[in-house]
């Protein structure tokens, strides 16, 4: 089945500073993707959602590639503040099937 | 406004106790999860269900039972608590009417077994 390897398991970045997430994933089937953001003591939010080939999407303050021809997944927070200090998780799943793989996470910590 | 909520928020049971969680959803979505968080492991899907009288094994179905009696609720039991189920569990919900079914979690349950 599907497996999702994340990296880096944890990442310290200065205010200002850019923070980049990648996962990578084994299924060729795989479609839809998916981050989420979780704050400490929370439950998960959706951040963004990618479902074309190599895709550039932009959101408040982060970017997210997708690379289907290298099966990798990427994050990129361009100018990281504290309050993006949480754990973000990617996840990954085919056409018809509704099940997610999560990567194991990424617990970032923004130093101002 | 829709939402997934959970109870008990906090539990703490003892070893070989049964211990119900439940997951109430009221996005009328026809599947929904019930995961378990641990470090170092992201989230792993226990048992899934996709509609009312539905459920399914996931990746670590073992040692657990679920049960959707209806399409707004879905319930994990552990019938004999063992401290290796101590971990945080989301349920979530998801809408199979989109090609992606997005998922929706609820806020968590923190269960300790000693």
């Known amino acids: 089945g599907e497996q999702v390897e994340q990296r880096p398991p944890h990442l310290s970045v200065r205010e200002g500073d850019s923070a980049v997430i990648t996962c990578t994933y084994t299924d060729p089937n795989s479609y839809y993707f998916f981050w989420y953001k979780q704050e400490p003591g929370a439950s998960l939010q959706l951040l963004m959602k990618?479902?074309?080939?190599?895709e550039i999407n932009e959101g408040q303050g982060f970017t997210v590639l997708l690379n289907k021809k290298d099966k990798r997944l990427s994050l990129n927070l361009t100018a990281a503040h504290p309050g993006d200090s949480a754990a973000y998780f990617c996840a990954v799943s085919a056409p018809g099937n509704y099940k997610y793989v999560f990567g194991a996470g990424t617990r970032l910590k923004v130093i101002a | 406004e829709a939402a997934v909520t959970q109870s008990p928020r906090n539990k703490v049971a003892v070893t070989g106790g049964k211990v119900t969680l439940s997951c109430n959803q009221t996005n009328n979505h026809n599947n929904m999860y019930w995961y378990r968080q641990d470090t170092g492991h992201g989230l792993r899907l226990i048992h899934y269900?996709?509609?009312?009288?539905?459920?399914e094994k996931g990746d670590i179905p073992d040692g657990y039972k679920a049960s959707r009696p209806s399409q707004e609720n879905f319930s994990l039991i552990l019938e004999l608590a063992t401290p290796s189920q101590t971990s945080v569990y989301f349920c979530?919900?998801?809408?199979?009417?989109?090609?992606?079914?997005?998922?929706?979690f609820g806020p968590g349950t923190r269960l300790t077994v000693l």
């Open positions: 990618v479902f074309s080939s190599t």
């Open positions: 269900s996709y509609g009312a009288g539905s459920t």
């Open positions: 979530a919900s998801g809408d199979a009417t989109k090609l992606y079914a997005e998922q929706f």
